[in-house]
């Protein structure tokens, strides 16, 4: 069975899919008017709760808890980097994706949305990321087959565009 990997112009916390993930930070905590904010309140006080108990979350990792308010059974809390830590960023940017999908596979989770991890306050570009976030999660996606759907959330027009031909680029590629 092939994965569907696609990329849509939408609200990640509106999506009725298995698991979200949130561009979290190493606390895990509700903090910051982006992405995790924003799921944080829509999800409710029972998120923030079941975040202090799992004792943050290195750079680079991924920790799951339950979606309780939000359409999502899950939320997959990845950290990434910001872009100032150099080569090793990369390197970091590309575990949160595959370490996302592992963890994901490991609780039988078959749909799966991501956002543009480590843009906006963290300062990688939407180019940047599109194209590592595809590169990786198809790759991982060899060795964990029982998700059905990955979901690439975008935040406007342009970077559904940006997803959308680094999605075409590596299906050439193959």
Known sequence: MK??????KTKIASLSVDAIVNAA?????DEGGGLNGTIHRAAGPELLRAC????GCNIGHAK????YRLPARYVIH????????????IELL???????????AANG???????????????????????????TVRSTLEANQSIREVIFCCFSAKDLKIYEAALNEQAAAE
């Open 3 to 8: 994965t569907i990997i696609r990329a849509l």
């Open 25 to 29: 930070n190493s606390s895990l905590s």
């Open 52 to 55: 202090r108990l799992l004792g």
């Open 64 to 67: 799951l808890t339950k979606g």
């Open 78 to 89: 990845a950290v990434g980097p910001v872009s100032r830590s150099g080569a090793s960023g």
């Open 94 to 104: 590309e575990l949160c994706y595959r370490r996302s999908i592992e963890l994901a």
């Open 109 to 135: 989770i078959a749909t799966l949305a991501f956002p543009s991890i480590s843009t906006g306050a963290y300062g990688y570009s939407v180019e940047q990321v599109a194209k590592i976030a595809v590169k």
